[in-house]
C-alpha cells in the first residue's frame, strides 16, 4: 500500500511569512496527525483528526497555526506568521484508529530565516 | 504528564554485535508502547508494538520487551549491522489519550 505522502519536502521562508504543508494519508485510515519535531527532539504531537474532526488540538498554537482536513482525507497545515521557533521537522501520520500502529511520512523541513 | 526517556544518547557498536536500548516511562497506566526507527530526513518507521497486556514482541532481529510495572521497555538488536545505523526512538501512548508521548531517541551507529 502507498505509504503517507507529504509535501513540499522542504521549506525555507523568513519570519513573519506564513507556509502551509499538505499530508495525504494512508488510504483507510481515518485518524491523521501532525506532528513537530525540533532537532534532537521526539515528535510532539500538534493536531489529531478523527475523518474530518478535530479530536485533539490542545497543544497547537492557535494564535499561528491552523489546520484542516476536508472530506476526511487529505489535510493541510498552515504557520501565519511564522517565527524562528518554528523551525522543525513536520511529520504527518495516520492509523486506522484509535491503539493502531501510526505510520508516518517523511515530514516537511521548515526553516526560517 | 508522562516523560519518555532513552539512555543513552548515542550508541557506537562493532558489526556483528547484540546490544539493547533502553526506554522508560513515568507512568504505567500505558495503552501500548511503540518502537520506531528514523533514518536521517525521514519520516520514522514503525518497528514493534507492544500493547499493555504483552510482555514482548518480536521480528526478524529485533525483540522488544515490556515491564509496565517498572515503566521500562527495551529493545534488542541481534546481530546487528552498518544498514541498523539509525535513530531509535520509543512512544508511548496512554489509557485514554489520543496522542504518543516520544523519547528524545538513541542514534546508534553500527561500525563495519
Known amino acids: 500500500e502507498a505509504g503517507v505522502a507529504q509535501s513540499p519536502r522542504y521549506k525555507i521562508i523568513e519570519k513573519r511569512q506564513s507556509v502551509a504543508f499538505w499530508c495525504n494519508p494512508i488510504s483507510g485510515h481515518a485518524t491523521l496527525y501532525w506532528y513537530q519535531q525540533i532537532l534532537g527532539q521526539g515528535p510532539k504531537l500538534l493536531i489529531q483528526f478523527q475523518n474530518n474532526g478535530v479530536v485533539d488540538d490542545s497543544q497547537l498554537p492557535k494564535d499561528r497555526f491552523s489546520a484542516e482536513r476536508l472530506k476526511g482525507v487529505d489535510s493541510t497545515l498552515k504557520i501565519q506568521p511564522a517565527k524562528l521557533e518554528d523551525s522543525a521537522v513536520y511529520l504527518c501520520?495516520?492509523?486506522?484508529?484509535?491503539?493502531?500502529?501510526?505510520?508516518f511520512g517523511d515530514g516537511t523541513r521548515l526553516s526560517i530565516l | 504528564k508522562q516523560e519518555v526517556t532513552q539512555i543513552p544518547a548515542a550508541l557506537s557498536v562493532p558489526e556483528g554485535e547484540n546490544l539493547v536500548l533502553n526506554c522508560s516511562f513515568t507512568d504505567s497506566a500505558i495503552y501500548n508502547l511503540q518502537w520506531f526507527r528514523q533514518d536521517p530526513g525521514k519520516g520514522l518507521t514503525s518497528l514493534l508494538l507492544?500493547?499493555?497486556?504483552?510482555r514482548e514482541q518480536t521480528s526478524g532481529r529485533l525483540n522488544a520487551s515490556l515491564d509496565k510495572s517498572s515503566g521500562r521497555s527495551t529493545l534488542y538488536i541481534a546481530a546487528s549491522q552498518p544498514g541498523d545505523s539509525a535513530t531509535y526512538l520509543c512512544?508511548?501512548?496512554?489509557?485514554?489519550?489520543?496522542?504518543?508521548?516520544f523519547g528524545t531517541g538513541t542514534r546508534l551507529t553500527v561500525i563495519p
Open positions: 507492544i500493547q499493555s497486556s504483552q
Open positions: 512512544a508511548v501512548k496512554q489509557t485514554g489519550a489520543n496522542n504518543l508521548f
Open positions: 501520520a495516520s492509523s486506522r484508529g484509535y491503539g493502531q500502529p501510526q505510520h
